[in-house]
C-alpha cells in the first residue's frame, strides 16, 4: 500500500497533512525545516537541520497522522525510497497504546547519497518506553513519521516514497 509518492505534496494518499516537528516542542534546540524539491529526477520531502542533543533535547521530523488508522496484521513491513547523508534515520510508529509524546515503535536505518529503499519489517521496530507492549504487531498505527535524531549532526535526508508491504 503506497502512503504517499508525493502525487498531492505534503499531503499523503489518505489526504492526511506532513507536519514538521522539532525536539523544542520539549526545550530543546534542534533547528530544521522540510521542503518539497527533486533530487535526482526525483520528486521528495528534503528534510535538513541541525540536530543537538543539547538541553534534553536530539530530534527533528516530519510526521502524518494516519486515518484510517493502518492495522499492522494487515502488513509485514514499512518501506521507504530514500536519499541521504550517510547518516542514520529513524521511522516512527505511533499506535492508540503510546499515549505519551516519548512513546513510539522506531526502527533505525542508514542512508545513502543515492536513492535506495529501505524495508522496515514490523517485527524489528523496537519500543521507546517501558509502558508501551513490547511488540507493535496487532497494534492500530496513527502515525508515521521520519525522524533525525538522537546524536548531533546536520540532517539532510529526501524521502521520495513511503507506504506498507
Not at 545513502?112 to 522496515?120: D, E, H, N, P, Q
Amino acid at each position: 500500500m503506497i502512503l504517499d509518492q508525493l502525487k498531492n505534496p505534503k499531503l499523503t494518499n489518505q489526504f492526511q497533512q506532513w507536519n514538521f516537528i522539532t525536539d523544542q516542542v520539549m526545550g530543546g534546540v534542534s533547528t530544521g525545516k522540510f521542503k518539497v524539491e527533486e533530487i535526482d529526477g526525483r520528486k521528495c520531502y528534503r528534510m535538513t537541520g541541525d540536530v543537538s542533543t543539547k538541553n534534553n533535547g536530539g530530534f527533528i521530523q516530519i510526521r502524518a497522522k494516519l486515518s484510517p488508522k493502518i492495522n499492522s496484521k494487515n502488513y509485514s513491513g514499512v518501506y521507504v525510497k530514500v536519499y541521504g547523508n550517510e547518516k542514520n534515520y529513524n521511522l516512527h510508529l505511533r499506535t492508540g497504546l503510546t499515549l505519551a509524546p516519548w512513546q513510539y515503535y522506531s526502527y533505525t536505518f542508514a542512508s545513502t547519497k543515492k536513492w535506495i529503499k529501505i524495508r522496515a519489517p514490523l517485527k524489528e521496530f523496537k519500543k521507546s518506553n517501558f509502558y508501551q507492549p513490547k511488540s507493535i504487531l496487532g497494534q492500530n498505527i496513527i502515525s508515521i513519521g521520519l525522524v533525525a535524531g538522537f546524536d548531533d549532526f546536520k540532517s539532510d535526508i529526501c524521502l521520495g516514497e513511503i507506504g506498507f508491504y
